[in-house]
């Protein structure tokens, strides 16, 4: 079975300092995947080169069946999406031809795609922002936003960085559900948190990224074995070793 995502032997410094080390990672296609890990562990610098951000010094990666040369970077682009953290958008763009002129550069653009972006903005609440300029928008409706934009060009591999950050609780709910209609229709979310608990309610197979590397991959029969005995954030302590969760606050307090 062809692989979402193939990620061999990829490595990523800054200056001397190694961020990424000869990480190796499989995500099987029309999952939701769960990528957790402590602060400093390379969430954000890996999110970085698989969307095209970053360079890598080394490696293979390789995306719906295409390696990530500049040969298929077109192609690559074409079938994926993101929504990152914090978002990127065009300043000067208001919220609708914000969305409209994405949709358009990815090919996406159809009689009904009006129809669809009012249903979008009236899901989570943007209705008011329409003409208002990206830059004007708060963080929590940046990231919706960018998140509607995302649902728009029909990606088959969806990365989110931390999604629900700055997002009010009714619209995580929602954005929740989608994730879940999209995981419905074959396509295959990333999501990176740092909120154990999204990614254990949300997600079929879960990483563990540590120092650089993938220390644990739990698949959905290997998570529900595990967790008849520990809770996942138990799981995730006796990866990172950061001592645990459950100890006591200052005796000050």
């Not at 009006?114 to 929590?140: A, C, M, N, P, W």
Request: glycine share 6%.
């Amino acid at each position: 079975m062809e692989r979402a995502l193939v990620i061999n032997n990829l490595t990523k410094s800054y200056g001397r300092e190694p961020v990424i080390k000869e990480l190796e990672l499989e995500v099987p296609p029309g999952t939701i995947f769960g990528l957790i890990g402590p602060n400093g562990a390379g969430k954000s610098t890996l999110i970085g080169i698989l969307t095209g951000i970053l360079p890598f010094d080394s490696g293979q990666i390789i995306m719906n069946g295409l390696d990530l040369l500049p040969a298929n970077e077109l192609a690559i682009k074409k079938d994926i999406a993101s929504v990152l953290q914090p978002p990127l958008l065009f300043e000067s763009f208001t919220s609708y031809e914000f969305i409209n002129y994405v949709v358009e550069m990815y090919g996406e653009k159809h009689e009904d795609l009006d129809h669809k972006i009012d249903t979008l903005f009236s899901y989570f609440e943007l209705e008011e922002f329409r003409h208002v300029q990206t830059k004007q928008l708060s963080s929590g409706s940046r990231k919706k936003l960018a998140f509607s934009t995302a649902i728009l060009v029909n990606p088959k591999l969806l990365f989110l960085d931390e999604p629900f950050e700055s997002v009010d609780v009714i619209s995580i709910s929602r954005m929740k559900t989608i994730i879940r209609k999209l995981k419905e229709r074959g396509t295959t979310i990333f999501i990176t948190s740092h909120i154990l608990e999204v990614v254990e309610n949300l997600c079929n197979d879960i990483a563990i990224l540590h120092k650089g590397k993938i220390v644990a991959y739990l698949d959905s029969k290997t998570r529900n074995e595990l967790q008849k005995d520990s809770t996942l954030s138990e799981i995730f302590e006796q990866y990172v070793g950061m001592g645990s969760m459950k100890e006591k606050a200052p005796d000050w307090l």
